[in-house]
Every structure is written in C-alpha cells, then in structure tokens.
C-alpha cells in the first residue's frame, strides 16, 4: 500500500461537461474526506465518510457536486456541468483515527 | 469565518536562523492542532499533531490555548525545510463534525543558504 491514490491526476474540460474523480484510500482507513484547494488558499472540506456513510457536506458542496462510497473503500466525487469556478486542485484524504493522510489530487482546469 | 490565521504569505530566512510560522485559530472548544507540510510537487503531509507533543524534523509547536495560538518553531533552519507549511485545526469535541479540519492559509517557507 503506498498511501492514498487519486484518479486522474489532471483533467481538463470543457464549461458545462460532468468530471468524475476517484480516490483510493489506505485500505484500513474507514474515514474518507474530500477538499478543495485553490490557489493560494489552504484546502476547504467538502464532504466526509465514516465507511460508505456520508456524514457531512459542506456547503460548498453545491448540487452539482455528489460524492460517493458505495463499498466503503473507494470514492468517486463527480462534478455536473463544470463551471469555470471548479477549476481548482481537488484532494482527497484518509484516516483511521485523526490524522489524515492526503493524496496526490486531481487538478481541475475548466475552459 | 475564518477558523485559522496564519498571518505571513511567505518567510524568508538564511540557512542556521530560528524559525517561527504562526498560527492563531478561533475555536472555544478544545481543538486538536496540527501542521502539515508539503514540499515542492509532494502531497500534503502531516509534520506534528499538537497532542503528540513530538519534535519532527527538529520542529516543534505548542498550543497556547489563552493566545488561541500554536506557532511552528525550529531553532535552526535548513535549506531543505523549505516549503509550504499549513496550520489545521479540527473540532475535535464536536461530534458533528469529526475529523474535518479547518486549514490556513499557508505560509511559504523559504530558507537561504
């Protein structure tokens, strides 16, 4: 296991297409969380898993956006018709207990 | 609101000088503190967790609960400790919310030789 793994790396794509990411966390991690980082912010939380439940959504997780864990090991997070504003660095962490671990992310370019 | 502060974009120092990153959070509870780092085209890694009370890579932080701080400190900086460093905070007695932490800004570190 070499840590979390995160599906692409880049994508680039056009306003008004859907994206869909995917993460893998550290196979023992129950909990998932997914941030959005843009530049020169540090990353803001969107969504959390505990197992395949999702817990919490923040409310930058607008209606566009929907994040899955249906086996409580990987999770996708899709993004309907890309806006200009999604384009940002989107990463995705793991933990067991309270210290997470961050993967590689995706970074989104919207045109 | 802003839950994290770090006040200082950037930091330079020379290579051998002490080093300080700040961290100011805004929280009544009782958080759990951390700082990550992440070095040129790496991932986000955890550096130190303010519980653990652990010198890593001869940093370390304490949390200062009446100045609502948990400043990074190494008393001689290396050239490779230049980075990107964050301040995180999680609520951690806040069931609800579990595990989410709240980052700063960030504070680029850049250490001359």
């Known amino acids: 296991d070499t840590g979390v793994s995160q599906d692409p790396r880049h994508k680039i794509t056009k306003r008004g297409q859907n994206v869909t990411f995917r993460c893998d966390p550290i196979s023992e991690h129950n909990r998932l969380y997914w941030y959005r980082q843009t530049l020169g912010q540090g990353p803001e939380f969107l969504t959390y898993f505990q197992n395949e439940a999702q817990l919490e959504k923040s409310r930058l997780l607008s209606d566009r956006f929907s994040a899955e864990r249906p086996k409580g090991s990987f999770s996708t997070l899709e993004i309907q018709r890309t806006e200009q504003g999604d384009s940002a660095m989107y990463l995705c962490a793991s933990s067991f207990l309270n210290e997470q671990y961050f993967g590689p992310g995706t970074r989104l370019t919207v045109t | 609101a802003q839950r994290v502060t770090q006040p200082e974009k950037l930091l330079s120092v020379f290579k051998g000088a002490p080093v300080e990153l700040k961290c100011n959070y805004s929280y009544s509870g009782s958080p759990e503190l951390f700082w990550y780092v992440q070095y040129s085209r790496q991932r986000l890694q955890l550096l130190l967790r303010?519980?653990s009370r652990e010198s890593i890579k001869g940093f370390t932080a304490d949390l200062n609960k009446g100045e609502t701080s948990f400043h990074l400190k190494k008393p001689f900086a290396q050239e490779e400790d230049s980075a990107m460093y964050y301040c995180?905070?999680?609520?951690?007695?806040?069931?609800?919310?579990?595990?989410?932490?709240?980052f700063g800004r960030g504070t680029q570190l850049t250490v001359w030789p």
């Open positions: 303010h519980i």
């Open positions: 995180a905070l999680n609520l951690a007695d806040r069931g609800s919310t579990l595990g989410r932490l709240y």
